[in-house]
């Protein structure tokens, strides 16, 4: 069996980016799909089982439109605290023929959907409290089912010129409407040992700088 890419085609990414309504929209899921390295890295994490994917934080939908296109064809949940993105999301779903994709609107600090497979959180934590990320975490990893993964991408707080990069990038997205609210609190290393080695998940962290300036990593908690 010939393994699926872990990197959609440009052309796969411009027929993503056609699903959009707005110009808005299209310009941004050109660019992301095409420069941001976490899509591949959950392709990596998520490919060689048939488990769903649960993606909490998932905009409009750009990851279940990757993983499609490198050939993964298990059902993905998205959920989203913006009834817009949602929205836009059902739409290109929609236009894309995927029936195997759905979304929903709602607020992870009060509950997640049931579900059971791999669970993806990326570049939410920053806009949560303390308490609010220790108890996501922790609902979060009772979505994983046995063999699947936790992957979360973060910003962590250090001392390194990179966290001060991500704290303006935040800031910036917050000024021009595309995030509701400005950060938070920047989550710390151990913070995911502590929380996810008690949720009985094995933990490893990794930088996935790409080619940004944002101090990103990688966080993996397998069961």
């Known amino acids: 069996m010939t393994p699926a890419p872990v990197v959609a085609s440009s052309q796969a990414l411009e027929d993503i980016a056609s699903l959009c309504d ?3 929209d299209h310009f941004y899921t050109k660019a992301k799909l095409g420069s941001d390295p976490v899509y591949s890295a959950v392709v990596r994490e998520v490919h060689a089982t048939l488990l769903p994917v649960l993606d ?3 905009g ?3 990851l279940a439109h990757y993983l499609r296109a490198c050939g993964l064809s298990s059902p993905v949940t998205g959920f989203d605290y913006d009834p817009r993105k949602i929205h836009s999301a059902r739409q290109m779903a929609t236009k894309a023929g995927h029936g195997d994709m759905s979304f929903a609107s709602g607020d ?4 997640l959907p049931e579900f059971s497979g791999h669970v993806v959180i990326l570049d939410i934590l920053q806009f949560f409290t303390e308490a609010e990320q220790d108890a996501l975490l922790t609902i979060a990893a009772s979505r994983v089912a046995p063999g699947g993964k936790l992957i979360i991408r973060s910003g962590l707080r250090d001392e390194s010129w990179r966290f001060r990069v991500t704290v303006l990038g935040d800031y910036l997205a917050k000024v ?6 400005a950060p938070t609190r920047y989550p710390e290393a151990d913070q995911f040992r502590r929380v996810l ?17 944002f101090n990103n990593y990688l966080i993996v908690g397998e069961r």
């Open 176 to 181: 021009t409407f595309w995030m509701k609210a």
């Open 197 to 213: 080695n008690a949720a009985g998940l094995n933990v490893r962290l990794e930088p996935m700088w790409g080619g940004t300036p």
């Open 56 to 58: 909490i934080g998932c």
């Open 60 to 62: 409009i939908g750009l």
């Open 108 to 111: 992870a600090r009060t509950g």
């Open 22 to 24: 707005a110009r808005w």
